[in-house]
């Protein structure tokens, strides 16, 4: 499984992204993908996970702002991210089981 995510961009607090994950290979399904974001000097986060279309789970920096959703069809991944503040700047990794794409740099401005 190979994952390719993109999105990622320079904006202004208050802004907003979408990141997109393309998952390629032998995909069963995009059931469980999940965003992390790691910023300089600190440890990797949970940010999003899609369980499926009824079930996904967000950190509790989240607050409502982020949504994930998946399109199996397609075996894509999206983030949504709405109201970014300074603190969401990160370089963002979708994962799918052990699989990790190469990151999309986000970087918000005050």
């Known amino acids: 499984v190979q994952l390719q995510a993109s999105g990622g961009g320079l904006v202004q607090a208050g802004g907003s992204l979408r990141l997109s994950c393309a998952a390629y290979g032998n995909i069963d399904s995009i059931n469980g993908m999940a965003w992390y974001r790691q910023s300089p000097g600190k440890q990797r986060e949970l940010v999003a996970r899609?369980?499926?279309?009824?079930?996904?789970t967000y950190g509790s920096f989240v607050e409502g702002r982020f949504t994930i959703s998946g399109d199996n069809a397609k075996n894509m991944g999206f983030l949504q991210m709405n109201s970014l503040n300074t603190e969401d700047t990160a370089v963002y990794y979708c994962?799918?089981?052990?699989?990790w794409g190469q990151g999309t740099l986000v970087t918000v401005s005050s």
């Open positions: 899609f369980h499926d279309k009824s079930a996904q």
């Open positions: 994962k799918l089981g052990t699989s």
